[in-house]
């Protein structure tokens, strides 16, 4: 079974920035995508950034220029840098791994923007 446990979330100001970290109990190179998505109550989840095993990444148009995905192959973890936090960012983010099969996902980690 696999785990994607994901940290770094927290309270932050408009403007300012965090970075999530996603770590999976086994070698990421397993996974053909990996992914941020969040989702907050009464919503459907959203993606918000993904990289594939190649490295190509994609971004949801409201969060390009400001978050950037990336992944440390040796740590077996994926990171969401965000900056320019805007209050519409307050969410619960999730980290998605997926292969050809399987989709598995982490606990998710709240981040909340103050205005």
């Known amino acids: 079974q696999v785990q994607l446990v994901e940290s770094g979330g927290g309270l932050v100001q408009a403007g300012g920035s965090l970075r999530l970290s996603c770590a999976a109990s086994?070698?990421?190179?397993?996974?053909?995508?990996m992914g941020w998505y969040r989702q907050v109550p009464g919503k459907q989840r959203e993606l918000v950034a993904t990289?594939?095993?190649?490295?190509?990444?994609n971004y949801a148009d409201s969060v390009k220029g400001r978050f950037t995905i990336s992944r440390d192959d040796a740590e077996n973890t994926v990171y969401l840098q965000m900056n320019s936090l805007k209050p519409e960012d307050t969410s619960a983010y999730y980290c998605?791994?997926?292969?050809?099969?399987?989709?598995?996902w982490g606990q998710g980690t709240q981040v909340t923007v103050s205005s």
């Open positions: 086994r070698s990421i190179f397993s996974f053909n995508r």
């Open positions: 990289i594939m095993s190649g490295g190509s990444t």
């Open positions: 998605n791994a997926a292969t050809t099969f399987r989709v598995y």
